[in-house]
């Protein structure tokens, strides 16, 4: 369990071709009476990590994430294709600076990039802005308060509705001065990755753009809903 | 064979027409957004539309004129190539049609091009017959930015990237381009009832 809502799933994948951090792959269960329902989840280890995980948040209506986080055992299995996905990727041979966004379970495939960046011991300036509801709503709390100290990636956390005591980190919504806050400058030309509910990266899209970032160098990764 | 999912049932089964469902898609209610970088707002009044490439003269529009085009309101079943179908979209927009009429070209291709940078690649054929619009309203409401506003191309028998938010004009080639997605690993064709998603399809 990452949070009370949220599991890491490790898989053991036959002739696994490899992946770059920022892919997903696409999970299909099939029902006893042949129905079948597929979804998308982002691989959450490193090109370099030995094992292979997804993390799936719980959505209380959903079909398939309540299976992946409650119902599912050790041993059983599922299909999975992939790696999927070129633009929202990243490795270190394409350098930086690095700007990365994540909200709720938007936050996988940028810890893929952020462990890819530690297993390489890259020395790339990766800054990353996690943003959650509260403390125990931060998928990985423990491994990226390490990383902040361990391994050179700058991570900072906005947490917006409940903070534990002391806390001395953003406490609200996403905005322009946080974003500067935390970034490169839009003069350092960093590589932008921004992924999380759909809501939440259309704001932290548009807010990159108005403080000059290049709409090109904005990568944008949503996972539904709409709300609408 | 396909392994059984010990303990999933899945959703019960919705009241829907499966014959409406293309294979590994389900129905939605709302209205996923999709798209690989910020969204762009163009004033309509900075707003163009053209038809350029392998043809004689070029045309292009602005957003009066193109308003000014005898529009169709109808109704299309929507797929994406991330598993959702949104079934009975009600549309309005400018027939491929209407804006190719006495073009003469001697392409077999389009690319389809937005602002922010995005392209995909389609055969002639599949824009033309009745079978593809640049649509402005969704549901009798202008076209939101998120879902691709002022106008994006609708080409619904395709998986939905086909259908170019933010689209800002046509580029008829000799030769087939891949675009955005299609050189990234996604299916140059993506008709949805084949199931052709990604390269090996
Ligand atoms: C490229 C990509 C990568 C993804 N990676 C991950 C990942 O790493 N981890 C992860 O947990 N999810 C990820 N998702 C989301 C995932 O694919 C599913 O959409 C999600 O697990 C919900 O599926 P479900 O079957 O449980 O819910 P559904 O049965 O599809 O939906 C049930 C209800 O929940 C709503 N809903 C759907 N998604 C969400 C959401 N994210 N938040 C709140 N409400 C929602 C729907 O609108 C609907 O009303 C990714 C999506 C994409 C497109």
Known sequence: METSHASTIVLDVEDWPGHIAGQHVDV?????????????????????????????????????????????????TFEVRGPIGGPFSWRVESGGPLLLVGGGSGLVPLMAMARHHAARRSEIDMRLLVSARSWEDVLYHEELSRQVRRDGVDVRFTLTREQPAGWGGFARRIDAEMLSAVGPKPSAKPAIFVCGPTPFVERAANLLVELGHRPQAIRAERFGPTGS | MTPLSRGFRGRPRRDIDPARIPPGQYAVDDFPVLSAGPTPRTPTAD???????????AASWRWEQFMALESETFTVDIHCVTKWSKLATS???VSIDTLLEGVETSAAYVTAWSDGGYTTNLPLADL??????????????????????????????????????????????????????????????????????YWND
Do not use: C, M
């Not at chain 2, 649509?135 to 106008?151: C, N, Q, R």
């Open chain 2, 47 to 57: 707003w163009s539309f053209t038809v350029d490439g392998a043809i004689d003269a």
């Open chain 2, 91 to 93: 549309w309005t927009g």
């Open chain 2, 128 to 197: 033309t017959g009745g079978k593809a619009w640049v649509v402005h309203s969704f549901d009798g409401t202008p076209l939101e930015p998120e879902h691709g506003g002022p106008a994006r191309l609708l080409v619904p028998h395709l998986y939905f990237w086909k259908s170019a938010k933010w689209v800002r004009g046509l580029r008829l080639t000799v030769d087939d381009e891949p675009g955005f997605w299609e050189a990234a690993g996604y299916h140059n064709r993506g008709d949805p009832w084949q199931e052709q998603r």
């Open chain 1, 28 to 76: 299909r269960l099939t029902a006893q009476d042949g129905y079948q329902a597929q979804r998308s989840y982002s691989i959450a280890s490193a090109p370099e990590d030995s094992r292979f995980a997804l993390t799936v948040e719980r959505i209380d209506d959903g079909e398939v994430s309540p299976y992946l986080v409650g119902e599912l055992r050790v041993g059983d």
